[in-house]
């Protein structure tokens, strides 16, 4: 896939306001340090599409950009360490909640993991919870140009053992660096597939 056309849509907090096109909606959410916006504008060609901040946290409301003018890429706020009240955090998890719970467009979220660090209870407690409600799913593993391949692997195997304890297999997953464009095309090559299997079925 080529994406030709990316546009900022609309920004909300009311799932009920978000663009009501029968399209295919893909969302991507991850920890607030996760380099969502920069993994979003390499997907896109675009060097500000989602606005990106030394300050982690910074996207805080549902984020639609209409790709092709044929697909939703939606940026959900991150989860955890980010630099805002409780009482903000509490906000943002009851729309998200809401967000994958009601939107009936959505096809597939994707958890955004820092491939560098080991397992961590609240991307594991996430998956848990999309599994929970039948959401699928895949891990874009970020941030692979910082590692060394064979580190690359043993990390994506403790994924798997982890996950494997009570998952029946391992979700599918992407390695990905925004600075190097490594796994674009196949990320690309995803959507791109299961869009067109939607059309025919």
Request: aromatic share 10%.
């Amino acid at each position: 896939m080529q994406i030709k056309s990316a546009e900022f849509v609309m920004s909300n907090s009311d799932v009920s306001k978000c663009p009501k096109d029968r399209i295919p909606e893909y969302a991507f959410i991850g920890r607030s340090n996760v380099g969502k916006s920069s993994l979003i504008n390499m997907l896109t060609n675009r060097k500000s599409l989602a606005k990106t901040s030394g300050r982690p946290g910074k996207t805080q409301l549902i984020n639609h950009f209409l790709i092709n003018n044929s697909w939703f890429l939606v940026d959900l706020p991150g989860y955890g360490y980010a630099k805002v009240s409780k009482s903000a955090k509490k906000t943002f998890q009851k729309f998200i909640t809401q967000y994958f719970n009601k939107r009936e467009q959505l096809i597939s979220a994707f958890v955004l993991v820092d491939i560098r660090h080991k397992p961590q209870p609240i991307d594991l407690e996430f998956m848990v919870w999309l599994g929970e409600h039948n959401i699928p799913f895949s891990i874009i593993f970020t941030k692979a140009d910082k590692l060394k391949p064979m580190a690359i692997e043993n990390h994506v195997n403790d994924y798997r053992d982890v996950l494997l304890e009570t998952w029946e297999a391992m979700p599918n997953y992407f390695i990905t660096s925004s600075s190097k464009e490594i796994g674009k095309e196949e990320l690309l090559h995803y959507i791109e597939d299961t869009n067109n299997n939607l059309k025919i079925d």
